[in-house]
Every structure is written in C-alpha cells, then in structure tokens.
C-alpha cells in the first residue's frame, strides 16, 4: 500500500506491506490515525519498509497492543513483491502442508457423525484447513464452491474464499468431500423426519381399517406415537380422479402422484397452524386436525376453507385429475375419529354427485340429503352394489353399463317405460325389452316394493362410487 489514508478499504486480519513512502509517516501522528483505522478495520499486521520502524512512537505501539496489531520490518533492500508472494506461500505451507490439510478435512469430514448437521462439518473443515468454509444459498459470483445435491436444481451451496497457489488446490479438493457429507446429514435429517411420520400415517391407516375387536391395540400404538387420538378430530378425505377420457398409466405411478399430492396438502395445512396426521383409506388420504379442546361447531366449515386454500396453492400433477374432498364435523376420542373419518367420506361422496371439484364439502352443509349421503358411503351400499347388481356388473363392458343405466333411469321415473324411454331417447319397446332381460337376471321381485327400493338404492350408491 502507498498511502496509509487507504486502510480503511482493507479486509479484517490482513497483512498491509507499506511501501518505502507510506512507511515514511511512522513517526508522525497520522501513523497513529492509520493504526486507529486499521483496528476498526480488524487488521493483522502492518510491515514498515526500511529504517522507520526504530521512528514509532510509544503511543502507536499502545494502539497497535491494545487492537492486537503487530507491527513489523522489512529490510530496506526488501522487494516488497516477492515478500507478498513468499508470506502468502509461507500461510499456505506449501504443496506437502496444503495436503496435509485436505486430508485432515477429508478425515475429519468422514468422520463425522452421520446424525451431525451441515454447519458442524463446514466449521471441520474450516478448522482443517485455515480457511473458512460456509453454506450459501446460491452459487458466489466468484472463488470455490461445490454444489449440494444429486438430482435437480441446487438450493444449497459449500463456499469458501479464494486462495492462491496450493492451498487453492487444497480448497478445490475439500468443497465436494464437504458437499456430499452435507448432502448425507440433509438426507439422513430427512429420513429421521419422515420415519415417525410415516410410522403414524400407518398406525392411523389400521385405526380406520380394522375391526371394532381390534381397535384397543392400534390405539396403543397411536399413543406410543404421540398421536393426539384422545383429544378432538376433525376428518378431511381427498379422492383423485381420473377424467373418463385420460390415458391409461402405471399403477404405481398413479399411487406415488396421490401420496405426493396428499403431502403437499398436508404441508400447507401445517405451515397454516395446527396439528395434522394424515393416513389412507384405500386410493384415498384422509387428513386429520387434532386439538385437546373442542373446536366448536364452525370448525369443519373453517377447516374446509383452509383445505380450499391449501388446494389452490398445490399443483396437480396432471389436467386430467380432479379432487373431490369432503370434510367430517368435530368429534372426541377415537370412535369420534371413526365418525369424523366416516363423516368425510360422505361429504365426499355428496361433492361427486354434485360434482363439485378441486373445494371441501362440509358434511354440515350437505343437509337434508345428509342420511342419504351416509348410507350411499357406507360399507352397506357397497355390499348392496355388489351383491344386488352383481348379475348386470359380471357382464362387463359397454353392455353391463347400458343395462345398468337403464334400470337407473327406469327406477327413478317410477317404472314409467314412456319416460324412461325418452330420457334415453330410445323407443319404448327397446326400453320394455331392456328391462325384461334386466329382471330375468336379477334374483329380486319386480312388483316387490322393497326390491325396487332397494335396487334404485344400489344403482345411486353406484354412480357415486365411480
């Protein structure tokens, strides 16, 4: 440096080399300004060119001492180049000390716990090799850094200053040891997240599946989890569906797509307030709020608007799914789960015969339908469905559903074979013979009231189910 008046533009813990002209001011009260200058600044050394350094005062070597500076000499004959040059090699340490330090990191590094967190590894690897090494969220314009991450855009970075000579070479060999470590404590933190998660959504699944018998068990195991099934539950249900007209695709792909969506749901919901678990009821996820006090009579209407808002901000993987979502009423206890959880499906099944997509139904709103709905989602109309139409569903394809629109239509124009013929737009003869062919299969009575009941029944739970 050439003039001392330029101190205040040096980095913290710098060695400053003054030339033969700046050190020229040693014996001088600007001296003792540059010295109060470089301690706000943080410097490390300043070296003084030729005979000066006899010429500092008392009071600048109490400025330099107290700010920890110190305060060096250089020969007169000193290149002052060649001395940046040879201090800078002498930090590094050279090739065999610049390697000495990488593989301290690299040793330090793997060793390191695999429960440890990001921020302990890079301060290991500072510590190792003399240089600081941090996390950035973006890629620096400039010096080393290594990308955290295999697959996908990087979000995370392992950066450090830039060095010269070998012990740059060193940096550039530790940054990506640094790098994958990180990426193995971000993945194993994941995965210790996850497990519980994952444990609970599998003890919630059983607790709507099993047997009235069997349901003390998986309530122990619930709480062994944590999970508040003491308390109040308010049960959401989402279905994802395929349009009639979207291509056939994998199976497991479907069901990775319905898992991803559900978890992207339940994440805003949380980030909402509250404390959700989530489990499945066949192709289905059901979400659950859970609280130790009653949310009162608003709270299924209040969760459905935040389930609106959740969907609006989750994207669907494909234009041709749709959301259906139905919404239970606030219940305590576990059979209180069982009943939101039961609630919910049938608001579910009232949002597909309204066909209503993409918004929560509360099962409060669905009114005087509401035994109607319960009945069409419960396992009683799914029995009916199999057992009374079996006949017609065995034929299959296009036949099978003819026939079943037919009787569908039939039975809701009160066995009127004029109107059911014009809601059809077939002729009425076409209808008559339909429906003769119908009776012969089914083993039910067509003059049979109750029958006839029933099968329009079975037809309606039916269509709610497709």
Known sequence: MEDVSELDRVRAETIVLLTREASAVAGTYRFDVALRVARSVGLAALVLSGPELADVTTTAAAIADRAGIAILGARPDT???????????????????????????????LAHPAGGTPEALAGLASAALGVAVSLAGSAPADGPAAPVGRDGPTELWVVADAQDGDLGLAVDLVLPIVAAGTWQALEHAHRAEELPMQSRTEVLTEMLAVPPEARDASAYRARSLSIPIDGWHVAARLEFEELADAPERDGVAAFAEREAMARAVLGELAQAGGVWHAARSGTAAVLVSMTSEDPGSGAAAKLAQEIDAALGHVRLPRATTVVRCGVGSPHAGL?????????????TTAARTTRRAGSAVPFDSVGLRRTLVEWYASDTAQDAITTVLRPLVELGGARSERLIQTLHVYLDHQGSLTKTAEALDLHRNAVSYRINQIFAMLDV???SADDRLLLQLACRAREMAA
């Open 79 to 109: 290149d002052l180049g060649e001395l940046a040059i040879a201090i800078g090699r002498e930090l590094a340490g050279g090739a065999e000390a610049a390697l000495l330090r990488a593989h301290t990191a690299m040793r330090a590094v």
């Open 335 to 347: 059979a209180g789960l069982l009943s939101s959880a039961a609630e919910a499906r049938a608001a």
């Open 445 to 447: 009575d067509p003059e």
